[in-house]
T-cell receptor
Framework: GAVVSQHPSRVICKSGTSVKIECRSL??????MFWYRQFPKQSLMLMAT?????????EQGVEKDKFLINHASLTLSTLTVTSAHPEDSSFYIC???????????FGQGTRLTVV | DAKTTQPPSMDCAEGRAANLPCNHS???????VYWYRQIHSQGPQYIIH???NNETNEMASLIITEDRKSSTLILPHATLRDTAVYYC?????????????FGTGTRLQVTL
C-alpha cells in the first residue's frame, strides 16, 4: 500500500514553545491530508482537513490559530502547535488518500509531550 | 456518516478465527464499510472495505449482511501480532476529501 511518513515520531518541548510536525506522502500525490489527535485510551479525533494550496478546514472546537496547518505541495502537509501547553500533549496522526485507492493511509504518528 | 456500534473488547486464542462484529443499522445505500486497526502507539492500518458483497484479501474477510445493517470482520488465523484496536467505519466515498470518523472500536486481545 501507499506510504505516509510523519516526522518526528516523538518530541518533547517546553511550555510556550511551538512544534512543527511533518506529514509526507512518499509514493503518491495527496491533494487532501487529514490531521487527527488521540489522547490516551481514547479514539482518534479529526482535527482538520488539509487541502493543497488552500486553507485547512477545521473541525468544530479546534482552534485554527493554535494548530496551524500548511499544505504547500501535493506530498507535504505540516501541523504546527503554537504556544504549546501540557494539555496539548497527545498523539498526533496524519492520513492521506491517493486518487487511485479509496482507502486512506496513515502516518506512524507523533507523540508530543509538553513539559 | 452513519454511526457504528462495536463491542468494547474481545479475546481470541492464537490460531483460532477472530470474528469482530459491527452494527451499522442506519447505513445509507451509498455508504461503504471500512475496517482499520491500530496497534498500540502506531497509526491506523487499513484492513478491508466493502459495499454490499463479501470481500476477502490477504489480511481478512468482510461479511456484510444482506440488509447491510451489520458486518463481521474475520481474521482467519489470529496471531499475537493481531492484538490491536479494530475500528469499523462507514463512509460515503466522495473522493479524496472524504474523511474517516473513528468510533471507540473493539480491543482484540489474542492470547496463547
Amino acid at each position: 500500500g501507499a506510504v505516509v511518513s510523519q516526522h518526528p515520531s516523538r518530541v518533547i518541548c517546553k511550555s510556550g514553545t511551538s512544534v512543527k510536525i511533518e506529514c509526507r506522502s512518499l509514493d503518491f500525490q495527496a491533494t487532501t491530508m487529514f490531521w487527527y489527535r488521540q489522547f490516551p485510551k481514547q479514539s482518534l479525533m479529526l482535527m482538520a482537513t488539509s487541502n493543497e494550496g488552500s486553507k485547512a478546514t477545521y473541525e468544530q472546537g479546534v482552534e485554527k490559530d493554535k494548530f496551524l496547518i500548511n499544505h504547500a505541495s501535493l506530498t507535504l502537509s505540516t501541523l504546527t502547535v503554537t504556544s504549546a501547553h501540557p494539555e496539548d500533549s497527545s498523539f498526533y496522526i496524519c492520513s492521506a488518500r491517493s486518487t487511485v485507492n479509496t482507502e486512506a493511509f496513515f502516518g506512524q504518528g507523533t507523540r508530543l509531550t509538553v513539559v | 456518516d452513519a454511526k457504528t456500534t462495536q463491542p468494547p473488547s474481545m479475546d481470541c486464542a492464537e490460531g483460532r478465527a477472530a470474528n469482530l462484529p459491527c452494527n451499522h443499522s442506519t447505513i445509507s445505500g451509498n455508504e461503504y464499510v471500512y475496517w482499520y486497526r491500530q496497534i498500540h502507539s502506531q497509526g491506523p492500518q487499513y484492513i478491508i472495505h466493502g459495499l454490499k458483497n463479501n470481500e476477502t484479501n490477504e489480511m481478512a474477510s468482510l461479511i456484510i449482511t444482506e440488509d447491510r445493517k451489520s458486518s463481521t470482520l474475520i481474521l482467519p488465523h489470529a496471531t499475537l501480532r493481531d492484538t490491536a484496536v479494530y475500528y469499523c467505519i462507514v463512509r460515503v466515498d466522495t473522493g479524496t476529501a472524504s474523511k474517516l470518523t473513528f468510533g471507540t472500536g473493539t480491543r482484540l486481545q489474542v492470547t496463547l
